[in-house]
């Protein structure tokens, strides 16, 4: 298959394009649009697990200690004295299964959640005086097995001075479920499209055959294979695969990069992927995806139409 | 060159037979003129040669080979030792006299310097060196005719198959077509012309077969048209 074959057939199939622009472009928009969906289910999909692997490493029991003011009974209105704090420490540490134990005070607690708001913890700036602040003291538990991670946390919730336990795993559970959710309608409503995408290429493509009719009548009889009549229509179908998926690709990079930028600005603790780790991936996925597209376009309609 | 034996071809949903126990066998280098009435079955005689057609029974050979039973993929490779010639010409229009006849060529992958070695070569013999550069529809039924004739010669092919060649033409074309296929023939090609044209059968003394009802009727060393229409 020499390069001037090759050459000839992009050439016809620019000629095809170009003669039925707005079959051509309706084709592009459909793929477009498709792979768009696409790609944004991909990117919700990767982002919503990217958080809930995230947050599942962070999983550790927070056991929030009892405050003057709390509103649990148990607490008695009355916070630990220092002494007490240390022991329950010892305590949490006699539990099987805890790896480590942190204290962690109200101040220390401050701090830490002006570091994650970056540029915008002026914000906080009110509570830094003495009393104001209106955090609790707390212990961080990590544990060795993060399925001990119910059991422990019950344990330590009914320690004396323990005000309230949290823990991440039923987030995280969630999240996944959400996940999972997410992937299985998005691959449903992504193979709708796809099939709808590869119809309206075949459409066009068919269009291209018939306005070529004549010129493929006369290449059966002076014996070109069915390869080289093919091929014609297949570098037109990848054609306007490729487009229709770099337009795709352009939308949703800028988009992309324009909501991560909103969400760094004003959601700062939530995880999100850096666009340069996955947008070059995902562009190359949907050039070759559009490609795929195309070629499939023309060869359904090459099967339905073009009897070679 | 040709050989069918016991050919029967039946096209589906119709019940006569198109052609029925045909047995016939043109050697390397005969002309061959085939006549018959409408719907005898000339055309599709011509057809199997090309393998337009396959038999419905029976073996069509050419050039040694069992064309009933090739294999899809091999047909082109058999086309393009075959030149084929319709009534109707099958040039493209808009196109000009040399990339018509080039076509032919460059959807078989033949190296540019040897298209532009054949396709002059090809428009001199059928005279039409000076109008390569004309496009298809500027030029008279007869010199499409002759684009169509250098199309079918510019690869050389073993046999060439004239389908009703001249029925569009007046007597002058029909009987230049005619010499332009004797001359082809002279050169070694084998030739097969199926035609209404009786005069010309008559005048040029060729073999004839003639076909009717699907069936051969007649087969003549130096034969003429021989029946009224």
């Known amino acids: ?308 | 060159m040709i050989r069918f034996v016991n050919v029967t071809k039946i096209y589906p949903n119709s019940q006569v037979p198109a052609l029925s126990g045909i047995n016939l066998h043109i050697a390397r280098g005969e002309f061959v003129f085939l006549v018959g009435p409408s719907g005898a079955g000339k055309s599709t005689l011509m057809k199997l040669l090309y393998r337009e057609e396959v038999p419905t029974s029976g073996r069509v050979i050419v050039d040694g080979k069992d064309i009933g039973r090739m294999r899809p993929q091999m047909v082109p490779y058999l086309r393009r030792n075959i030149g084929i010639i319709f009534q109707d010409f099958k040039l493209l229009q808009e196109r000009t006299v040399y990339e018509n006849v080039a076509f032919a060529l460059e959807c078989t992958d033949v190296p540019r310097r040897e298209i532009n070695r054949r396709v002059p070569a090809a428009l001199e013999l059928v005279g039409l060196r000076d109008k390569a550069r004309a496009r298809c529809v500027e030029l008279s039924g007869g010199e499409q005719q002759r684009v169509a004739v250098a199309r079918a010669i510019v690869r050389n092919p073993v046999l060439v198959i004239a389908d009703e060649p001249t029925g569009n033409l007046d007597p002058e074309n029909s009987w230049a077509i005619m010499k332009l296929l004797s001359d082809i023939n002279q050169m070694g090609a084998t030739v097969v012309v199926a035609t209404h044209a009786r005069s010309i059968v008559d005048r040029m003394k060729k073999r004839v077969i003639a076909i009717d009802k699907g069936m051969v009727v007649r087969d003549e060393e130096r034969g003429t048209y021989g029946y009224e229409l």
């Open chain 1, 1 to 308: 298959m020499s390069f001037r074959a090759w050459a000839l057939a992009v050439r016809d199939s620019v000629r095809s394009i170009v003669r039925s622009p707005v079959m051509s472009l309706a084709s592009m928009a459909t793929v477009a649009v498709s792979l768009l969906v696409l790609a944004v289910i991909l990117l919700l999909a990767v982002n919503l697990e990217y958080i809930a692997t995230t947050v599942e490493q962070q999983v550790e029991i927070a056991a929030y200690l009892c405050a003057s003011d709390d509103e649990n009974p148990a607490c008695e209105n009355r916070e630990p004295t220092e002494a007490e704090k240390r022991a329950l420490v010892e305590a949490v540490k006699r539990i099987p299964g805890v790896e480590q134990v942190t204290f962690v005070s109200k101040d220390v607690a401050l701090q830490r959640m002006k570091e994650q708001l970056g540029d915008r913890k002026d914000i906080l700036e009110e509570y830094e005086e003495e009393g104001k602040n209106p955090l609790r003291d707390a212990l961080e538990i990590r544990v060795v097995d993060p399925n001990e991670v119910k059991r422990v946390a019950a344990q330590v919730e009914k320690l004396r001075g323990v005000s309230e336990v949290n823990y991440g795993k039923e987030f995280v559970d969630r999240l996944l479920a959400f996940t999972r959710a997410v992937r299985l309608g998005g691959i449903g409503l992504v193979m709708m499209l796809l099939a709808a995408t590869v119809l309206t290429l075949s459409n066009t493509i068919r269009l291209s055959v018939y306005a070529r009719r004549r010129e493929i009548a006369i290449m059966k009889l002076v014996g070109a294979t069915d390869w080289y009549i093919r091929r014609p229509f297949i570098v037109e179908g990848v054609l306007l695969g490729v487009v229709g998926g770099l337009l795709a690709m352009a939308l949703t990079g800028w988009g992309y990069v324009e909501l991560v930028t909103y969400v760094q600005r004003n959601i700062p603790f939530l995880p999100m992927v850096a666009p340069q780790k996955i947008l070059g991936n995902l562009t190359g996925g949907m050039i070759l995806l559009g490609a795929l597209l195309g070629s499939t376009g023309s060869i359904v309609s090459m099967r339905r139409f073009l009897k070679v």
